[in-house]
C-alpha cells in the first residue's frame, strides 16, 4: 500500500506548482480533508477538458488515468458527468488546472 498525502496537501500543492508555472487552478469541489479522493480536470483556456483519477493498478499502486474527456460538441455532458460523480461521492474533490500540458503536473506527460 502506498504512503498517501492527505487530500488537502496534495490539491494545495497542485494549486501552486500551476500557478507558479503561470496557469490558473481552482477546487471546483472540496472533499474531505485527508482522505478524499481527488479528480484533475486538465484545460487548455477553458477547453479540451480531460478528467483524471487514481485507480489501482495490477501491481497495487495507484495510477493516475484518464477517465473522461470532453466532448467539443457537447460540452454540458462533461460538466453532467461531474455532477454524477460528485453525487457518488460527496467527499470528492474536483480540481481544474488550466495549463497547457496540465498532466505534466499530476506526473504524466
Known amino acids: 500500500m502506498d504512503a498517501r498525502l492527505p487530500a488537502h496537501l496534495e490539491v494545495a500543492g497542485l494549486i501552486r506548482a500551476v500557478e507558479a508555472a503561470g496557469g490558473f487552478a481552482a477546487v471546483l469541489n472540496k472533499g474531505e480533508r485527508d482522505g478524499g479522493t481527488i479528480l484533475v480536470v486538465c484545460a487548455e483556456r477553458g477547453g479540451n477538458r480531460r478528467l483524471f483519477e487514481r485507480m489501482p493498478s495490477a501491481e497495487g499502486h495507484r495510477e493516475w488515468r484518464l477517465s473522461h ?26 480540481v481544474e488546472l488550466d495549463i497547457a500540458n496540465g498532466e505534466r503536473f499530476i506526473g504524466l506527460t
Open 69 to 94: 474527456a470532453e466532448n467539443a460538441e457537447n460540452s454540458d455532458e462533461f460538466n453532467q458527468y461531474l455532477m454524477r460523480r460528485w453525487a457518488q461521492d460527496p467527499d470528492l474533490w474536483i
